[in-house]
């Protein structure tokens, strides 16, 4: 059937702050859904407190809500907006509960507005663990022995009646808050407690534990002919017991048997039918036994956009949210067009010939004392994908896409090799048990004794051990003996030439100059979700080796920006947000536009965001074959944080032209000593400090500058291994820490201006003027990293004569340092002298909320200055309004409830609110106010 043209607007309720468990893969979902009913003709309106995502841009909706996430905001908008329909499914866990609540209350029914894209009905047997056991039952759907527990008398009463190993499943929650496996009875009454706390319902759902079995999730569609079509399958890498959000993850399923999946496929469909009659998507999660029987047990499923579908969409090329929002308002999948094709519906299941590794992103350097053990709640704050012709390849590519200084798996002498931790390791999952089943074959552990420890499928258990057979027979040879073959079957297992330059004994460079020689050349292969049966129009690619390249190179001008890579805290969504902006302005200005990312969960690798996305590591070889390919007029890195910047030494190096700030400029800003010398000659103050590269030298310093003092690692982003010293003993710890971690960063000492107050000013510059976008105060004094303090823009009560030195000191280092784009700079302030503590001539963490803030596109003015279209002087600013805008940051502390939480120079947030105020006797305002007064008295 056609749409439904009683549907006129529609809500869309967005996820919120990025937490562990949800994050910005729901801003991709709710971008998509709400451009997808913009095409329509329905009017859009969106309500999220995420002030860094796309969704919440005035191009994304008609009318954009920036409010916290409760009944009392969905009334406002409700008041001021003529709501048709709420779509509930776009924003995860955050989204259905609040949808559930509103419905509780008689919210909907009050303003005559209904739920699409799902049912209460369906949303209900989901979550509450009892009835979707029972529902099952009577579908046939066979699933672990469970029994649910409202106290914790009777969560006793279930351990008791089934013995352990066991699993608790908190209600309700997402990214399996309170869940975990209960191995032993003494372990029981703890993880029961904290569960049935993390249920908003007090309920948990107690399981017999399935140790050992396969996981696998399967996406699904359905439209309002209950046609139902399954779009990707996974399978998890890691077995049952490992949350899916942490495990790493292949897609299409590698070590399903086809009769099997079929079966599955058919218990998804049904179990899709049972839940309710709505049209939209589901992800369905599946165990499956680790043996010849492959019996199946239904795990649990969500009847919304979930965090796999974002992958699933990259992985496939099929735009599950853009679809799923048609869906929601009337269409059938057959009157849908398959928009990577062009000529076919989208009423068909998409085919892979690649393959793609997901692999997450850990942040457990910023809780030294967490508990590093994987489990059912999840931990990791991002993800990678790589795409390959092979597991081997997509592998290699995903851990090249990770940042944590490995060159891939393996092949770079970082090997551990004491067999008693590698054994703990591979029993007991942490971040590095991947890596660790690499080193634990090398040294000769044998495939079935590894199998036994981690009841990982033995086919990637021969696929990594094929690796390591390979590395032997490369290391026979030397650089000028190394024949084609080799190099060749090196680079189609997604080696890098770095691993090959290790395993030959040999540089880098000249790895490369051997294989191009040879005509080993990367190609590009198109993301077509047909196997090529159909010719595609979407220009998606991913790199390979092999004889055609599918990547046809434009005599348009064109500019490469790079992307900000994984997810991790101090670098997250607010990145992606400037380069989604960059794009859009670059395009806008008649380039072609060319973006390169590894990251599923953005909008910046949806497939129409730039006019070539190349889903690549965002890691120098790829990057430089890309720039060879098709030869960019420039790179854009100012955008993409750190993970872009610490690539323009390179560029430069390579004579790559880098489009906006120089490399010159942006290595001066980050060179203490230099910058310093900079400060001095504009007259500017800034703390006493100095730069070293060993704990003698910093000794040293130390009596010159003075404790306390701030000592950190230069080129690093969210005040990474940052650490105020109180004496030589804490100084010399620290150096020795930094010094082994990061043995190439220089060690930068400040001297920290205690009790000091802080703050933060970003602006615009063509190189000789600059725009002063905002200045904003911090709340916490100096010390906590920006990240994780509450701000206010503007400022709430510097003086006068303060923020015109904060403005005058902004523009006078940025025409200084010949800005040519974004720039922010940080300040501390004691008895009202203005001290520069850094500059950082990029995009910051805080455009986006200065940009929600006052109403302005920042990023795009930023960009079309970069690529010389316009000058400061041509742009005319709208004067800011009154009031206040507070960024609120969020933290994740509940995944780890036994770390430090206190604040310091090193940023432990997740992510961030924004809450505005017409007045600073705001209850908001007064109660961090109040706190920050507490903290200067002690």
């Known amino acids: 059937m056609p749409k439904n043209k009683k549907i006129k607007s529609i809500l869309i309720i967005g996820s919120g702050p990025i937490v562990i468990g949800q994050a910005c893969e729901f801003d991709y979902s709710g971008s998509q859904a709400a451009r997808s009913l913009k095409e329509e003709g329905i009017s859009v309106s969106l309500i999220n407190s995420n002030p860094a995502t796309i969704m919440t841009d005035p191009m994304t909706a008609d009318h954009v809500y920036l409010l916290p996430l409760t009944p009392e905001s969905i009334r406002t908008v409700l008041k001021e907006q003529k709501i048709d329909a709420v779509l509930p499914t776009m924003g995860g866990q955050t989204a259905l509960n609040l949808c559930i609540e509103c419905d509780k209350i008689g919210l909907w029914e009050e303003f005559g507005v209904a739920i699409i894209g799902v049912d209460i009905g369906a949303i209900d047997i989901t979550e509450n663990r009892e009835e979707f056991r029972k529902l099952l039952g009577t579908i046939g759907i066979p699933v672990a022995p469970s029994k649910t527990a409202n106290s914790f008398l009777e969560g006793k009463e279930v351990a008791q009646e089934f013995g352990f190993p066991l699993v608790i499943r908190a209600s309700y929650t997402l990214g399996g808050k309170g869940a975990a496996f209960v191995h032993k009875a003494e372990d029981f009454d703890e993880l029961l407690n904290r569960a049935l706390h993390a249920s908003p319902i007090h309920e948990v759902l107690i399981d017999k534990a399935v140790i050992g079995w396969k996981e696998y999730e399967l996406e699904l569609l359905r439209d309002n002919n209950d046609n139902i079509i399954i779009i990707c399958s996974i399978e998890n890498f890691d077995p049952m017991g490992v949350h899916t959000g942490d495990s790493v993850t292949v897609a299409p399923a590698m070590t399903l048997s086809d009769k099997t999946y079929q079966r599955m496929r058919d218990m998804a469909i049904k179990m899709m039918r049972a839940i309710g009659n709505f049209a939209g998507g589901c992800n369905v999660q599946f165990a499956v036994s680790n043996d010849k029987k492959e019996d199946i047990i239904a795990i649990e499923i969500n009847p919304r956009v979930s965090r796999s579908s974002a992958l699933a969409s990259k992985a496939t090329g099929y735009p599950i949210a853009k679809v799923a929002a048609k869906l929601a308002i009337g269409y059938n ?23 793609i590794v997901k692999i997450p992103r850990w942040n457990f350097d910023k809780f030294k004392s967490a508990d590093r053990s994987l489990g059912l709640q999840m931990k990791s704050v991002g993800e990678v994908m790589g795409i390959g012709r092979n597991f081997q390849e997509a592998l290699q590519k995903a851990c090249q896409s990770l940042e944590i200084r490995r060159n891939g798996l393996g092949a770079d002498g970082r090997e551990l090799k004491d067999l008693d931790q590698l054994k703990q390791s591979l029993a007991f999952p942490s971040w590095n048990r991947l890596f660790h089943i690499y080193d634990a074959l090398k040294i000769g552990l044998s495939i079935d004794k590894i199998y036994e420890l981690s009841k990982i499928d033995p086919w990637f258990l021969h696929q990594i051990h094929d690796l390591i057979l390979f590395e032997k027979e490369l290391s026979k040879y030397d650089i000028d003996s190394a024949d084609k073959k080799a190099l060749l079957e090196a680079k189609k297992k997604g080696y890098a030439d770095r691993q090959i330059a290790h395993i030959l004994g040999c540089l880098e460079s000249e790895v490369y100059k051997k294989r191009n020689d ?7 292969k198109l993301v077509d979700t047909c196997a090529a049966e159909f010719e595609a129009q979407t220009p998606y690619y991913y790199s390979s080796f092999g004889d055609e390249t599918e990547s046809v190179v434009s005599k348009k001008k064109k500019i490469v920006v790079l992307g900000s890579g994984p997810n991790r805290i101090g670098q997250g969504i607010e990145f992606d947000y400037s380069c989604v902006h960059g794009v859009l302005a670059a395009k806008k200005l008649g380039y072609e536009t060319i973006m390169i990312n590894c990251n599923p969960e953005t909008v910046s690798t949806d497939f129409d965001t730039a006019d070539k996305l190349y889903f690549e590591p965002v890691f120098w070889e790829h990057i430089y074959d890309i720039i060879l390919h098709e030869k960019p007029e420039g790179v854009i890195v100012q955008l993409g944080g750190q993970t872009a ?8 190096r390579y004579n790559i032209p880098i489009i906006g700030t120089s490399y010159a400029s942006l290595d001066l800003a980050e060179d203490r000593g230099r910058f310093s010398t900079l400060l001095k000659t504009l007259d500017i103050p800034y703390p006493k400090f100095g730069s070293v590269r060993s704990a003698a030298e910093g000794i040293t310093l130390s009596k010159k500058l003075g404790f306390p003092l701030l000592v950190r690692p230069s080129y690093v982003l969210g005040g990474q291994n940052m650490k105020i010293v109180i004496n030589e003993d804490e100084l010399e710890k620290q150096i020795v820490k930094i010094h082994s971690l990061m043995p190439e960063n220089k060690i930068l000492l400040d001297h920290f201006l205690s009790d000091a107050i802080e703050a933060e000013a970003d602006a615009i510059s063509d190189g000789k003027d600059a725009y002063i976008i905002g200045v904003m105060e911090h709340i916490e ?6 990240g994780d303090s509450y701000a206010v823009l503007p400022p709430f009560d510097l003086s006068k004569k303060t923020i015109k030195q904060i403005e005058k000191y902004t523009k006078k280092i940025a025409k200084a340092l010949k800005v040519k784009g974004l720039i922010n700079i940080q300040f501390a302030i004691k008895d009202e002298v203005v001290y520069v503590i850094e500059a950082n001539p990029r995009a910051s963490r805080t455009v986006p909320f200065i940009a929600k803030a006052y109403k302005e596109p920042y990023v795009k003015y930023a960009t079309e200055i970069m690529l010389g279209a316009k000058k400061i002087k041509e742009y005319t600013f709208k004067p800011h309004k009154k009031g206040y805008a507070i960024k609120v940051p969020v933290f994740s502390f509940d995944k780890f409830p036994n770390v ?6 090193e940023m432990k947030s997740t992510g961030e609110e924004i809450r505005f105020i017409n007045h600073l006797s705001d209850p908001l305002f007064r109660k961090v106010y109040s706190e920050r007064n507490l903290y200067l008295s002690r």
């Open 900 to 905: 430090n939480k206190e604040l310091g120079p």
């Open 781 to 786: 004094p100096a010390g906590i990293h920006s």
């Open 333 to 355: 999948l057959d009157e849908l067009k398959n928009q990577i094709t062009g000529s076919t519906s989208a009423f068909f299941e998409p085919t892979l010939d690649y393959v």
């Open 645 to 652: 910047l610490k690539l323009a030494e390179k560029l430069d």
């Open 518 to 524: 040879l005509g080993i050349k990367r190609v590009y």
